[in-house]
């Protein structure tokens, strides 16, 4: 399987990219845990698609110029001694043929070597905004050049936002991507099979969480994409849950949303089972209408429909569903325009799905939802919450928590369904289950 190409990303960037610019892209950051330990470094991910470097204290900067388009690296000097404690440095002078950039030169450079590559360049692209510390960097180096414009050098007269370059690249997932993220979300799939196969009441939630992750990393993931939600009986009403430290209870559904990532590349998949291995009545109901709204919804993943078609899809359903069974009132297309399915569906039918699990890409251009296209991928994962407080419904809904989430790909044609290897009918969960 041909990997990723981050010099073919490069280019493309570049291409794109106004003349006489510069992007500067910086690594993400080590983060202190507690005293001497550090959380595990996750790279950041615009600066890994542009470059596959996995180190830390780094800074990829693109320049293009009337006659040159190229890219530099800055990364961390090899240190014999830093080497035995933190690991192996790649360090500059092996850079340039590993990663294919142009230069290389040594982080500590940076401060010296910006103003220099800012010179003559009309605008600087950067994350700007989002980085108070590098934007004051980018800003000090701009400084700098204009202190020497009596040379007859020009300073940058252009502080230009990447996003809409390099986010919307992301958004559009090449073959090498879209393998990497089918792995990951077979991976995960695997991963929720195993927890609806050894789940017994009396665990507690984080026990699940671990056997996701022993699983994962047996299959050849190194770290999970976010956080898993491992939430049992009313902790499935929190929407971002990941306490997981209670106890699983007879009678409980429990909500297991978690996904692995594999080279960087996430997966995001939710599903909610019970934990003695069958629906009660109520939750069967609610389960139902929540699968029915899933389903309605993906069917809505084609090219040419926009991004909100499946959310429109869900919520029709989920407000049908929820009028059948009693817990809203009224007209289903009155309610659909009050919003009152809010109360219990809060959230929007999914997000973009790639190197991060909220990926990057507009979802409205000129203030209309975009038109999906192939080479997309995002998640369709409507729910039901009904909080133990929500006094308009009949007492036996109360503390009931359903979501179901799935990794579709936009294909020319309609779509994918990459995490479709985890059963989500009422019939195929209880069958699996039973059979433990
Ligand atoms: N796992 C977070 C989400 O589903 O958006
Ligand atoms: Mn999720
Ligand atoms: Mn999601």
Aim: aromatic share 8%; hydrophobic share 40%.
């Amino acid at each position: 399987m041909p990997g990723i190409n981050f010099g073919l990303n490069r280019q493309t960037l570049l291409q794109n990219m106004v003349n006489n610019s510069v992007a500067i892209i910086p690594s993400a950051a080590l983060k202190v845990r507690n005293r001497d330990c550090e959380f595990p470094f996750r790279q950041d991910s615009d600066f890994f698609y542009l470059s596959g470097f996995t180190e830390d204290d780094a800074v990829l900067v693109l320049r293009k110029t009337d006659d040159k388009s190229e890219s530099i690296l800055f990364c961390q000097s090899k240190n014999k001694e830093m080497e035995i404690w933190t690991g192996f440095r790649l360090g500059p002078d092996a850079a340039v043929d590993a990663l294919g950039v142009d230069r290389a030169f040594a982080t500590s450079e940076l401060s010296k070597c910006l103003p220099e590559l800012l010179a003559d360049i009309q605008s600087v692209y950067a994350l700007w905004g989002s980085d108070k510390e590098w934007d004051q960097k980018f800003i000090q180096a701009i400084e700098q050049v204009k202190l020497k414009v009596r040379t007859g050098i020009t300073a940058p007269t252009g502080m230009l936002a990447i996003e809409p370059l390099l986010h919307e690249q992301r958004l559009i997932k090449s073959s090498a991507e879209i393998d990497l993220m089918t792995q990951a979300a077979q991976i995960s799939a695997q991963a929720h099979i195993k927890a609806m196969q050894l789940v017994k009441p009396g665990m507690f939630e984080y026990m699940l969480e671990g056997e996701i992750r022993h699983h994962c990393a047996m299959q050849g993931s190194r770290f999970d994409a976010y956080t898993s939600i491992v939430g049992s009986g009313e902790n499935a009403c929190i929407l971002h849950y990941n306490n997981n430290d209670e106890k699983i209870h007879d009678g409980d559904l429990i909500l297991i949303d978690a996904g692995c990532e594999v080279n960087h590349y996430a997966s995001d998949i939710t599903r909610t089972f019970p934990a003695n291995g069958t629906f009660n009545t109520e939750q069967r109901a609610l389960y139902q209408i929540v699968l029915d709204a899933q389903l309605a919804g993906i069917e809505q993943v084609k090219p040419g429909n926009n991004y909100n078609a499946p959310h429109e899809a869900v919520v029709q359903v989920i407000t049908q569903g929820l009028v059948d069974l009693g817990l809203l009132k009224g007209e289903v297309s009155e309610l659909i325009a009050q919003e009152a399915y809010k109360p219990f569906f809060m959230h929007k039918t999914g997000h973009w799905l790639g190197l991060d699990v909220h990926d990057v890409g507009a979802y409205k251009i000129k203030g209309q939802w975009r038109d999906l296209q192939a080479g997309m991928l995002l998640t369709v994962e409507p729910g039901i919450y009904v909080a133990v407080d929500e006094l308009t419904v009949d007492e036996k809904w109360r503390g009931i928590g359903i979501r179901i989430e799935d990794d579709i790909l936009v294909t020319d044609t309609g779509h994918k369904v990459l995490s479709k290897d985890v059963p989500k009918s009422i019939d195929a969960i209880e069958t699996l289950m039973a059979a433990q």
